[in-house]
């Protein structure tokens, strides 16, 4: 039987993959798939970085399944766990998730995408957020974009639903990188593995002072660390990995991370 989905574990590396032909919409189903998929991975000591990405080489995804729309799924219906695609919403997801954009990246395609902490594009990749041109809002990336590329950019996407190719879109910042169809998932299992191989605990600190850190001003966010009251700071300022950190350095070797 076809699923919406191919999970792969790689070592300590997930590769999510949205197969859902023709397009990679997503529908409440698939959507609840994903949040238990992500809440799993959160969850996974032996789990340090996802790989989100799109079956095919037309389409990453073009956000909400429009058609299962029209057949009774409820667009304020049960997204589940994280809300839309998994990623949105999800509480504490401390790790480094990747985006590998394989084509077509639209609506709440680019939302997911913008869950993301990087994002790698195919070169034939797009971007755009037409829901302005069927009267509805990008709501999730109403929020996001203005604080990720330039405002007047920004406004732009979400006033006109115009179109960005990859080049126009790592010229703003949108994406990290853009590479060949053909070698991007082995670029992104490329830096995946970086990842996995650095130190999970510090991972966990930066992405949660860089979450409640957003909408602080900096001596608020400063005191909040040296108060003591960002928990992965703590349990990093407390671990073996911060002793092991410091050991490696004095003897000039490459630390060995356990997480603990």
Not at 16 to 38: H, Q
Not at 77 to 89: A, C, I, N, R, S
Not at 174 to 196: F, G, Q, W
Not at 215 to 240: G, P
Request: net charge negative.
């Amino acid at each position: 039987m076809d699923t919406p989905l191919h999970v792969e574990k790689r070592g300590a590396v997930l590769e999510v993959t949205l197969n859902r032909p023709k397009a990679n919409a997503i529908d409440l189903a698939t959507s609840r798939i994903m949040g238990d998929i992500f809440t799993d991975f959160r969850d996974d000591p032996n789990l340090r970085v996802a790989i989100i990405t799109g079956a095919g080489d037309k389409f990453f995804c073009p956000g909400w399944d429009l058609k299962a729309a029209a057949d009774g799924d409820a667009v304020d219906g049960d997204y589940g766990k994280g809300g839309f695609g998994g990623l949105q919403e999800l509480r504490g997801l401390n790790k480094p998730v990747i985006a590998a954009v394989n084509g077509i990246c639209c609506g709440g395609g680019l939302e997911l995408a913008l869950s993301a902490d990087m994002i790698l594009a195919a070169d034939h990749a797009s971007f755009a957020l037409p829901e302005i041109r069927s009267g509805t809002v990008a709501d999730a990336a109403s929020v996001k974009l203005p604080k990720r590329i330039p405002y007047h950019i920004a406004m732009e996407m979400l006033l006109t639903g115009r179109w960005l190719d990859a080049a126009e879109a790592a010229r703003w910042g949108l994406i990290n990188a853009i590479h060949p169809a053909t070698d991007l998932m082995a670029e992104a299992r490329k830096l995946a593995t970086l990842l996995a191989s650095g130190p999970p605990l510090v991972y966990a600190a930066i992405k949660e002072i860089v979450r409640e850190a957003e909408d602080m001003k900096f001596q608020d966010a400063m005191n909040r660390i040296t108060k003591s009251q960002f928990a992965t700071v703590e349990r990093l300022y407390r671990s073996e990995d911060q002793l092991e950190g410091a050991r490696a350095f004095a003897e000039k070797r490459d630390p060995v991370w356990t997480g603990k």
